[in-house]
């Protein structure tokens, strides 16, 4: 029945469409394999792999060749065929077999090389020459390879221990490991190597985390189940120990930076100082209270100073490595959300202050010990540096000065410290700068387009357009899709705007009552809604939408891109403001004619998990059925880094960790709620659910479970199909 | 609508009775708090705790005092109170407050004392002088403690280690466990101690499992999750190596059975001969196909003689040490179901038959070395030797004689060879015998008879009831219950007659049509339906049938109690012919007007829901709904000595383990079914219904999953209410 009106309301949509070729074709259903990730039948938007800047050149490589683009008219001009390269690899005695050129990197502006990345090495291959100018093979097993371009030099790891160029550094036991992300990847943390800017010298983290207790994940697939262990350290227990070292390629000789005892200290942040004698970091505590900037020398690792600093009762969350200034090796860019939003800063290594300034601000307590300056400012926050123009001492980044849904790209100029927009249309763009900084890649998407990337010469006052390279085609052209609209309510406080957005499916009958589904994220570091393509909706809400839910999202208080006052109104209690705000949510959609009051849902993933079990549990008689994912239950399961910035240690704040542990509230349940783990979880590991359930036992509530064996955080892949036709099939069976 | 039914029935059904008592009051309905053991308002038939033999003295202790029964009337006389054994101890120095005298045993015929256990320690009181005749204290932590009556010696375990006399024997490191069951308590093994007849030798098992796999289990209970391994010797893999020792108090030292490498060899049924001198046990090959007599000299441990030997194509199974004759040391009883039942056989160690006799019989070889006589025969099965009347040289024995349903009491005269039958009468009899086998206690149920305790007089012609002790009221007075038929259908095989038993609604109407639910165990040692109260229906079946629902239970091919054939019908492909009975037993169901054939479902336990599922996946359109708690899914994952009983090993049978794998048959799932499994299973462990679910994602079939945390196999005590809530509910979802 609602199939056929579907399509009765697919075929007016069709007859005021102007795309002719869809007329005479009806639009069909999608099904979760269209529809999802992993999916058979999944599309993603069409993109131009590879496409990259030599220099001010724009080179865009494809399967089996590669052209330049003319930057006035976009005409195309080739520069090397597949054919070509591979002829030129197997004439330098290089047999690797080159499926496509768009992983090649053109990273010498000026001169005719291109690295060529393999599985088993990296080659660098001088076009014009027909020469090998350089060659680093990598064993198997090799991982989080980093070539510097500079030098050529090669660092990867084998496990838990570091090589560089085919040497191994260091030979350290299980429960030390060197060259990777520390921190659990906090602190903006994503990898372990970082090499010098000529690459002379290579800094790599080393944490020893014998000392952390290991949650025994099992998997079995094995023969006989197998203890496959994680070193998990959780809120208040004891945490690993990092430290930070330099490898002289040349002399071939480490040292460690002498930052005293790593216990309960993280090390976040690495750069570089442009003439490598120096490495600079930012420090905090484990209370992430403090946060210190420090130069350390890279020669004999002795500290040389701490140059700026950061207190605030809640917490500091320093992300962003310092940039210093292209055109000047004494300023960097040190971004901060002093302000309550973040933004650049720009310090001065030449004029120190003396004493530091001490300043106090929207709670917090600042040291400045270098002149600094700040260069944006205002209620919206600096998301990335996206580069610099030299010749303009500018600086390009995004950020949602036009709307928190928003990313658009600005310049700065440094001297002058103006602003200057170089797009405002409506998406979320994301750039890559030409080396001059002349010519940026524009690649956004828009609520009804997929993806587009566009030019932008940056230098002239209008910030020209100047060719066009892609309009991709929806990937769900030709399927019926649910109406999507967005808008904002009240938070919970009264005051806040809060974004949500909602599915109707297509043939909306506003005189019908529908149950509705939230799909529910919450947590700090994301947001559910912006203005990319269908204002981000899921899969899964497209589908529901088409099978008669009206889907729904909001952002409540603690989520992304609102600032530090938004995101940490959830101190010492996360999930409890959140819950507040999801409330406001459902109050709206009762206020709706078209929803059916008794009817509610709710579905999250992670802590999205944690806050459909809050919801279900703290307001029962709101939400009928609720599908988690692998939830957070009790923050004392959680790991130190994240769970420790937002609720300090269950020592510290015993009262929040029982008021957020929801064990505590499983005699509550009242509706249908289906709690769904991974067994290889090492993000939340399956003792949250599996506690809750047993909670759920002695409290003698009825949740219902389910458990992907061979997955971790989430079910990717194949059976992520699986995973929401179950859900489906939960909230179908009891909604 | 149905409660108000069930009440008119009711009704009804008191009009009709002759309980006065309860005319003036209504049946009420039970819950599954009344109907559980682990419910609050559970409760158990009355018994007389204690009761035993002072010799062939009657006595009966209470909580508060402890009187002999006079055998020809009943008459009770007080032997001594509490207040004064609490007096006697106190006054001899032990400080142990004694809540009631019902532990107490009267091991000494003629001798006035009195053995007292408790968690501390034992004591042997004489009442008479009021001494303390002896005193052996144990540390906390002690387990499987054997007091010798004869010598005064303790034996006792702390952790992996043996004890005695408080003195510690071994000092084994974690992965040899000494003085405790070995095997997985297969082949009749319940303890690893065995004293002597005086005690002067203590025989115990040494079990090396260090290099057995251990299977991760994983304590969520924990601050962080824990592992809580065991070593599950899986099919086909290597298992653990036992070996026996003797120890010698006196002398101190310890000797060990000079048996040759154990690597895949059984250990079982250990006895001493009466004068202490050898050991005899049954040793069988890890094929399970090939039983050994064999004589041991427990002073220097070598092998004395193999006197028996049974070879079988599909296995032999000896569960029962010999047992020597208490009037002729040289003589004992061997059980052997050579004859397809299990039957009692004397051999004579003196008359030693040279050359060995050789016998083929049943498809089996057998070897024997001693003049062997069956003393019992037919196509039923003795369960269990009772004892002796050593004055009329009969064995007391239980068997299955009239009934397989039946379990009653029998004497055969050795010398005569004449059986006679001491009760016939419908119901389940144990008995304990007095010390001369004069008399015996005979403690019983019937399908209306909770418990009744009576003593018989064996020694006369008529086998005369000599005093009737206990007549248990029903636990369930006063409730509604429904009606419980038994009856038979042919099996899959169309000769052999199986048994079954229906529940139907107290307010049954055979013109209505009902849903019918199986409950179905279906594997080796074990029966479902005997002549016991209800016909041993259990709680939850009485649950659903006041709930509307039929309930049928049928004792398939490879069950209990009817002999070698019918058992091992089953043979190297588990589940599949027992899976076809259960059909039958679906078709009865069809055939019965009253059934609402479109609503059948199955639920069962362990092998019952490895049968579960197997019936699902194999059957998908006969049952809509199943409930499959701690199944077996997999033969490979299961125990080597049970399983390759059964199955042989997956490298010899390997057609065998993939059609009875019901993850090859993952895709078959139509229904509805609900996986259970206890995340601290050690006996079918969690990697069956884990693997099962990951084989189901992978073929796109939708089962549902509940895990008890903090469980073994099966879920007790009070949360085995919550797991009844939930499986009721699944079936009134779904069925």
Redo the contacts between chains.
Sequence with gaps: MIQNAIKKVASLLIAVTTMGNLMAQELKMPTLDDLLPGGETYRYAENIYGLQWWGDVLVKPDIDRIVSVDLKNGKETEMLTLEQVSAMLSKNGINVNLPSLQSVKMLWPGKTQMLIPTRTGYYVLDWKSQTLVAKQEMPRGAANADFNSESGNLAYTIKNNLFVNGKQLTDEPNGIVVGQSVHRNEFGISKGIFWSPQGNLLAFYRMDESMV????L?D??A?????T?VR?P?AG?TSHKVTVGVYNVKAGTTVFLDAGDPTDRYFTNITWSPDEKSIWLIELNRDQNHAKLCQYNAENGKLIGVFYEEQHPKYVEPQQPIQFLPWDDTKFIYQSQRSGYNHLYLMDTQTKVYPEKHTSDGGGQYIESLQTKQLTNGNWLVQDILGFNTAKKEIIYASTEISPLQTNLYKVNVKTGAKTAINTEEGMHRAQLSASGTHLIDIYATPTEARKIDVYDTTGKGLAKAIHLLTAEDPLKGFILPQIETGTIKAADGKTDLYYRICKPADFDPNKKYPAIVYVYGGPHAQMIHNGLRYDARGWDLYMANKGYIMFTLDNRGSDNRGFEFESATFRHLGVEESKDQVKGVEFLKSLPYIDANRIGVHGWSFGGHMTTSLMLRYPALYKVGVAGGPVIDWS?YEVMYGERYMDTPQSNPEGYKETNLRNLAGNLKGHLLMIHD?QDDTC???HT??F??AC?DA?T?P???????HPHNVSGR?R??LH??IT?YFE?NL
Excluded: A, W
Excluded at 223 to 227: F, H, I, K, S, T
């Design positions: 207790t290991e949650y025994p099992v079995i697939d023969r006989v189940g197998e203890l262990p998990y959780m227990m399961f067994y590991v399956p003792q599996l506690s359930i047993k036992v003698r009825y219902d479970l389910f458990i992907y064996p061979g059976d199909i699986h036709e179950k099939r069976d």
